[in-house]
């Protein structure tokens, strides 16, 4: 059974970066689909953030490209998510994704829905 | 990229269908027949309950049916019952590769 796992600082600064990890168990990330993540302010919708595959190819929401970086380590079988210059907008519940991104023999680039989610992580920008 | 639009919030009796609505463009919804659809129940992390417009994961009830017309794409949920009370979010690949959502939907159980 696919699970994934967020890790990383609860509490970050303005101005800094904030750097998540997902660690994937039950699939090899060097197998196939994208990885992606998802973050959910308090109290508000669910936005995509940017996606990954094992290649390193990446995809990103054109609000947030300016400031993101996701990589990827298929040798521990995880992903990383950075943002960099971090402000309170920032604030929201992570979430890690796997992407199928094949149908109908086609293959699209980025990933087509997110079939697995992590459970989460509260990160907050305060000072 | 502009989010999907949805209602606010919808409500129903146990027992009766309802019918979510997702509008979107002809840069996503209307261009892919990938539309999924999410329930979030407070506190849990969004759970896949449509992809590819109509397709439902193992272990989801055949209660949950989605459609696609144009533009628009719609989850409907028939003999509603408590526990469907939950948010709801549309999402659809786009021509950019990047993934949209739609702004989330309240659905009351009364």
């Known amino acids: 059974q696919v699970q994934l796992q967020e890790s990383g600082p609860g509490l970050v600064k303005p101005s800094e970066t904030l750097s998540l990890t997902c660690g994937v168990s039950g699939y090899s990330i060097s197998s196939g689909y994208y990885w992606g993540w998802i973050r959910q302010p308090p109290g508000k919708g669910v936005e995509w953030i940017g996606s990954?595959?094992?290649?390193?190819?990446?995809y990103y929401s054109p609000s947030l490209k300016s400031r993101v970086i996701i990589s990827v380590d298929t040798s521990e079988n995880q992903f990383s998510l950075k943002v960099n210059s971090v402000t309170a907008a920032d604030t929201a519940m992570y979430y890690c994704?796997?992407?199928?991104?094949?149908?109908?023999?086609?293959?699209?680039?980025?990933?087509?829905?997110?079939?697995?989610w992590g459970q989460g992580t509260l990160v907050t920008v305060s000072s | 990229q502009s989010a999907l639009t949805q209602a606010a919030s919808v409500s129903g009796s146990p027992g009766q269908s309802i019918t979510i609505s997702c509008t979107g463009t002809s840069s996503d919804v209307g261009a892919y027949n990938s539309v999924s659809w999410y329930q979030q129940h407070p506190g849990k992390a969004p759970k896949l309950m449509i992809y590819?417009?109509?397709k439902r994961p193992s272990g989801v009830s055949n209660r949950f049916s989605g459609s696609k017309s144009g533009n628009t794409a719609s989850l409907t949920i028939s003999g509603l019952q408590a526990e469907d009370e939950a948010d709801y979010y549309c999402?659809?690949?786009?021509?950019?590769?990047?993934?949209?959502f739609g702004g989330g939907t309240k659905l009351t159980v009364l």
């Open positions: 990954i595959d094992r290649s390193g190819s990446t």
């Open positions: 999402s659809s690949y786009t021509s950019s590769s990047t993934l949209v």
């Open positions: 590819y417009v109509s």
């Open positions: 994704v796997r992407s199928p991104h094949c149908t109908g023999g086609r293959c699209y680039n980025g990933g087509l829905y997110s079939e697995y």
